[in-house]
């Protein structure tokens, strides 16, 4: 039996498996974001211990992530340049941002600004580019360009200078690490760092021109916050936004999809807070950003864990093994590094992911720009690019003005589209119609004049029943519209009713009181209500 507060004896094997993989991806994915590899420790050291302590999953394992270290570079790029000094302070300042905008964020949902397609075609584009630009670390050839077409366009023209050697390596490494993974709860990562520092140590890496990751310097005596101009905090703002999204889509992908399979209960508020506090915890320590990635978690989960604790017993496996063997970590060869990245991600490298959106044609636009938007534009700008390219879409489908005309359905309440129920009853002089989606400022006058337009073509109209079951709410534009509408129907004579009207917006149309627009007239219900109202026989 075990002693209160203690982990079981599965969170402990399951801490103990996850560390061999997390350690390794640390480094490596320190290498993906241009930092020194004491960015990734001391990421992984924050995410573990705040989101152990603060979050909800006890699958989550919190971290650095291939795709936030992706977006990292690209924005720090974007602003400094070639300078490692200052595209470290940068970095911080991201981080801390991102984990200012999480703790701030509560229960904002914030990754419903992100559809599912521009996600899929994100990863897929993000994948390839990582694999493609891991290739300089294992041949020991680096291009200048860092846009992927020239990118890759230089790396092949240099073939002659690359180091058979290290992509010896780094394919024999991914050849390994594939032939282990039927084994998941074996750190197939761990061992191919072991076999690769033991070769380093043995002097074969010096004779094969193979490099080593090199010192790691970790320094938790200084903490603290960038000094930056406020116009550099203020770009700093836009990129943490984007990583924001980009780190709680996924977080919060993981989080949900485990939770889902074992009828776990999450908060996502908590959540957002957990990965707030660790952003800023390993920002304030210069470390990387941190989510709660998909890969990581799924090998926690098999590895048998129980609850949080697997992820705290990670992280103090990880403390030790840095205290005990920091200076042999420091050899590891950079091919090694290089292809467990690749493995890493290799998940995601698969277009069959995109193929349920061409069965379904819908959103395939959106899937391809955004994968080559990330190719051709680079991680960051082909991220903002897609987003906004679905935002414009969805604003483009919610501004058409397609109406609805209802009619009765034989002897019932029920009122439907009469285009698709020919036997609907419409009753004589009056028309119903409801709009196809939510009122707002792109659809509003567009819907009214397809409304007066239809009056218009009734002999004898004798009433209008406004359907507003879709609208749960009214902006500025739509009440103005309303009123209008409202307004230009009481001087023709011809009286109007609101039917299925939202709390909010029956609330909203009180406080406006606008005269054309009395309370009698969106007091019913139903469109059955809103007919009687009208007394009009059906």
Not at 190 to 207: E, H, N, S
Not at 378 to 403: E, K, N, Y
Request: net charge neutral; glycine share 10%; hydrophobic share 55%.
């Amino acid at each position: 039996m075990r002693a209160p507060g203690l982990p079981a004896l599965a969170d402990w094997g399951a801490g103990l498996s996850i560390a061999g993989l997390l350690l390794p991806e640390a480094v490596a994915y320190s290498g993906i974001a241009g930092l020194p590899p004491q960015a990734g420790v001391i990421a992984l050291f924050a995410g573990l211990l705040a989101y152990g302590l603060l979050g909800t999953s006890r699958f989550a394992i919190v971290s650095a992530t291939s795709s936030s270290a992706a977006v990292l570079l690209a924005a720090t790029a974007s602003m400094a340049g070639t300078s490692p000094q200052q595209r470290m302070l940068l970095g911080v300042g991201i981080v801390l941002l991102t984990g200012l905008f999480f703790v701030v964020a509560g229960l904002g949902a914030v990754s419903n600004f992100i559809a599912k397609p521009v996600l899929r075609g994100f990863a897929l584009g993000l994948a390839l580019t990582i694999v493609v630009k891991q290739i300089p670390h294992a041949v020991a050839f680096q291009p200048v360009h860092g846009d992927l077409p020239r990118f890759v366009w230089e790396l092949l023209a240099g073939w002659r200078h690359w180091n058979g050697a290290g992509l010896a390596m780094a394919v024999a490494a991914l050849l390994l690490m594939r032939a282990l993974a039927r084994w998941r709860a074996l750190p197939a990562a761990l061992l191919v760092i072991a076999a690769g520092i033991a070769l380093d140590a043995g002097g074969w890496c010096a004779r094969w021109g193979i490099a080593a990751v090199g010192p790691i310097r970790l320094d938790f005596s200084n903490p603290g916050i960038p000094s930056l101009s406020r116009a550099e905090w203020l770009r700093l703002g836009e990129l943490a936004f984007a990583m924001a999204l980009i780190l709680y889509a996924e977080s919060y992908g993981s989080i949900r999809s485990f939770a889902l399979r074992h009828g776990d209960r999450v908060d996502a508020n908590r959540d957002l807070m957990a990965l707030g506090a660790a952003n800023l915890l390993s920002g304030v320590f210069h470390g990387m950003p941190v989510g709660a990635g998909y890969s990581a978690t799924s090998a926690n989960e098999v590895a048998g864990a129980q609850s949080r604790a697997a992820g705290l017993v990670a992280c103090a496996v990880v403390g030790l093994a840095v205290w005990l063997l920091l200076p042999w970590i420091e050899r590891t060869p950079q091919p090694l590094l290089a292809a467990i990245v690749i493995h890493a991600v290799g998940h995601t490298l698969n277009p069959a992911a995109l193929r349920p959106y061409f069965a379904w044609r819908r959103d395939r636009l959106i899937v391809v720009l955004a994968f080559f938007a990330v190719l051709a534009l680079g991680v960051l700008d082909g991220l903002l690019l897609a987003i906004a390219a679905s935002l414009l879409m969805l604003l483009q489908t919610l501004s058409r003005s397609h109406v609805s005309w209802l009619g009765r359905l034989g002897d019932t309440h029920d009122f439907v589209d009469a285009a698709r129920h020919p036997d609907a009853v419409v009753p004589a002089g009056l028309l119903i119609a409801r709009p196809e989606a939510p009122l707002f400022f792109g659809n509003a006058d567009p819907v009214f004049a397809a409304i007066r337009e239809r009056l218009q073509s009734l002999p004898s109209p004798r009433g209008v029943v406004l359907s507003l079951e879709d609208s749960a709410d009214l902006d500025a534009t739509s009440v103005e519209a309303l009123c209008d509408f409202a307004a230009q129907l009481r001087q023709l004579g011809v009286p109007l009713a609101l039917a299925r009207v939202k709390d909010p917006v029956r609330d909203l149309l009180a406080r406006v009181g606008n005269p054309a627009l009395p309370h009698a007239s969106y007091a019913g219900w139903s469109v059955d209500d809103a007919v009687r109202q009208l007394q009009i026989p059906a």
